[in-house]
């Protein structure tokens, strides 16, 4: 409906990015120099897994739930993997339940693999992870275990309660000495 402004700030063959609700810094400009525009993806180099597939029984007890009933310490990894938005008792019924009608929960459970890795960078693809859940699914979800508990989340009480601890120290009131009087 409009002519273009002739001059819009921008160089004539870059145009600002769309809008996507992801904020720019000022460090990290989408225009840093003439020419095409480019976008900085800051990715962390992957990183190794803090214990290995086969170090099941450095914990024992988790060991043995994760092979005779799996479905608690998937529903404990996936409370947090997702941030508290699914529930421990939630997510270890619907892994049940998977289990029960086509046997295969481990094509369930290998997505929550692919989403530790990435919030924590590390090593290992989607394809390695799927192969990992169906050839050895108490081992895989042994080593997923460890790693959040060696992250310092206590698995056993779940997102909100491991977010109130974290938050514990920064949020208390000052102490009040004295009365508050004027």
Same mark, same amino acid.
């Given at each position: 409906?409009?002519?273009?402004?002739?001059?819009?700030?921008?160089?004539?063959?870059?145009?600002?990015?769309?809008?996507?609700?992801?904020?720019?810094?000022?460090?990290?400009? %989408?225009?840093?120099?003439?020419?095409?525009? &480019?976008?900085?993806?800051?990715?962390?180099?992957? =990183?190794?897994? +803090? &214990?290995?597939?086969?170090?099941?029984?450095?914990?024992?007890?988790?060991?043995?739930?994760?092979? %005779?009933?799996?479905?608690?310490? %998937?529903? *404990?990894?996936?409370?947090? =993997?997702?941030?508290?938005? /699914?529930?421990?008792?939630?997510?270890?019924?619907?892994?049940?339940?998977?289990?029960?009608?086509?046997?295969? +929960?481990?094509?369930? +459970?290998?997505?929550? *693999? &692919?989403?530790? #890795?990435?919030?924590? +960078?590390?090593?290992? /693809? @989607?394809? &390695?992870? $799927?192969? =990992?859940? $169906? %050839? $050895?699914?108490?081992?895989?979800?042994?080593?997923?275990? *460890?790693?959040?508990? *060696?992250?310092?989340?206590?698995?056993? =009480?779940?997102?909100?309660?491991?977010?109130? #601890?974290?938050?514990?120290?920064?949020?208390? @009131?000052?102490?009040?000495?004295?009365?508050?009087? #004027?």
């Amino acid at each position: 409906m409009y002519p273009p402004k002739p001059d819009s700030g921008y160089p004539p063959a870059m145009a600002p990015p769309p809008t996507t609700g992801i904020p720019i810094s000022s460090t990290n400009q %989408f225009y840093a120099q003439p020419g095409p525009a &480019t976008f900085h993806v800051h990715s962390q180099a992957p =990183v190794p897994w +803090s &214990t290995g597939l086969c170090h099941c029984f450095d914990d024992c007890s988790n060991c043995c739930i994760s092979c %005779f009933c799996p479905c608690i310490t %998937f529903g *404990r990894i996936a409370e947090i =993997v997702d941030k508290g938005s /699914s529930s421990c008792g939630a997510s270890g019924a619907l892994y049940a339940l998977i289990f029960c009608v086509t046997a295969c +929960s481990c094509l369930y +459970s290998c997505f929550y *693999r &692919t989403k530790l #890795r990435a919030q924590y +960078s590390l090593r290992g /693809s @989607p394809c &390695t992870d $799927c192969l =990992v859940h $169906c %050839f $050895c699914e108490p081992c895989a979800l042994c080593q997923e275990y *460890r790693e959040l508990k *060696r992250r310092g989340f206590d698995m056993t =009480v779940g997102w909100h309660a491991n977010m109130e #601890r974290q938050g514990q120290a920064a949020t208390l @009131p000052p102490a009040i000495h004295g009365d508050m009087s #004027r």
